[in-house]
């Protein structure tokens, strides 16, 4: 198994707060995604659950870690039809074509098994009136037992004392190795400089003490990222502390430091549309699929210091999530990345 790392960056995302806007994936696309290869490359996503995500089918790929030896378990390699995206559109056509308004913006090719980030994008699950979604962003993981530096053949991958887990493209042979292990199917291919490519977690960013694009242009105030030992930062007490913070799909065993704030759900409505405050329109059992049984009880803690507030009281968890001054998402990263630029340095 991979040696624990000195310090531990995390995330925590709260999907009660998360709009869908894909600002965060934007952010990253422009920051780091912008070269030969890279069109379908989104480091950071923001899929519709549930939904098939991407790459296409992600959950049922297989992957993750032995749970009696910590080893890497084989699991499906995606396909750059899985992944999708990176398409050619008819933009001459349409802009310089003459076409006064007939023809409009369409993926060039085939569209057959035609898929993408967010092609399945609000549709959710359940009929009406009880039909359901939210939204999930995801990013590599920064495992703390991460399979893919395992996997990996050649000794690119590794992780460093802060806990992100890099990788030197030098060193890449390409041999996709580490995108079977991966549980979370984040890992990318460059099919044209063979190489593998994932979410490095900002890290020039975060050594000059600016947060990730994707927490720092979070405009829901949805993303905390600090430090998971220090018992003071907010990712630590969302985790450690309330316990409302949970991993996603724990059980592949490569314990994942992106965390989520489980979506509370309205309650279902019968048939002469009267509510029923029995039963939650998002089904408990898939909440469980993707957050493990705990997440009943972090449910219930939000649930408790939200009627507690309601009710006159105070609730340090609630205020923690509010986040009324956005500096507190960026844990000690608070460095404004316009003192980086050449024009602010004289």
């Not at 920051?31 to 379908?40: A, S, V, Y």
């Not at 990730?212 to 003071?232: I, N, S």
Request: one cysteine or more; glycine letters at 10%.
């Amino acid at each position: 198994m991979t040696e624990t790392a000195a310090h531990q960056i995390a995330w925590v995302y709260d999907l009660n707060k998360c709009i869908g806007c894909q600002t965060c994936s934007v952010a990253c696309k422009v920051l780091w995604t912008r070269d030969e290869g890279e069109k379908h490359e989104w480091w950071c996503s923001v899929n519709t659950q549930p939904g098939l995500g991407t790459p296409k089918g992600w959950e049922t790929m297989g992957g993750g870690a032995d749970p009696e030896t910590g080893a890497p378990k084989v699991g499906h390699q995606p396909t750059r039809e899985e992944f999708g995206g990176g398409f050619d559109f008819n933009y001459y056509e349409v802009f310089y074509g003459g076409t006064a308004g007939k023809a409009h913006l369409e993926p060039q090719g085939s569209r057959e098994n035609r898929w993408a980030m967010n092609w399945d994008e609000d549709q959710g699950a359940g009929e009406w009136p009880n039909s359901y979604y939210f939204y999930l962003p995801r990013m590599c993981n920064h495992c703390t037992n991460p399979v893919c530096v395992q996997a990996c053949a050649t000794g690119a991958l590794s992780k460093r004392e802060d806990g992100l887990v890099l990788r030197d493209e030098d060193a890449c042979l390409g041999d996709r190795f580490c995108m079977e292990a991966c549980p979370y199917k984040k890992i990318y291919f460059n099919y044209e400089r063979h190489v593998a490519q994932q979410c490095i977690g900002c890290f020039p960013r975060i050594e000059a003490g600016v947060a990730p694009a994707c927490v720092r242009q979070c405009p829901g105030r949805a993303v905390f990222v600090g430090w998971l030992e220090d018992e003071t930062s907010a990712v630590s007490r969302l985790v450690n502390e309330w316990k409302v913070a949970l991993p996603l799909h724990g059980e592949a065993g490569t314990k994942p430091n992106v965390y989520y704030v489980p979506p509370l759900s309205p309650y279902r409505l019968k048939e002469d549309m009267s509510i029923d405050y029995e039963q939650p329109r998002i089904p408990p059992e898939y909440l469980e699929s993707l957050f493990g049984p705990e997440v009943h009880g972090a449910l219930a803690t939000v649930k408790g210091e939200m009627e507690k507030v309601r009710e006159g009281g105070s609730s340090e968890l609630m205020k923690t999530l509010i986040a009324y001054k956005w500096q507190e998402l960026l844990g000690p990263f608070t460095r404004d990345p316009v003192e980086l630029t050449p024009s602010a340095a004289g």
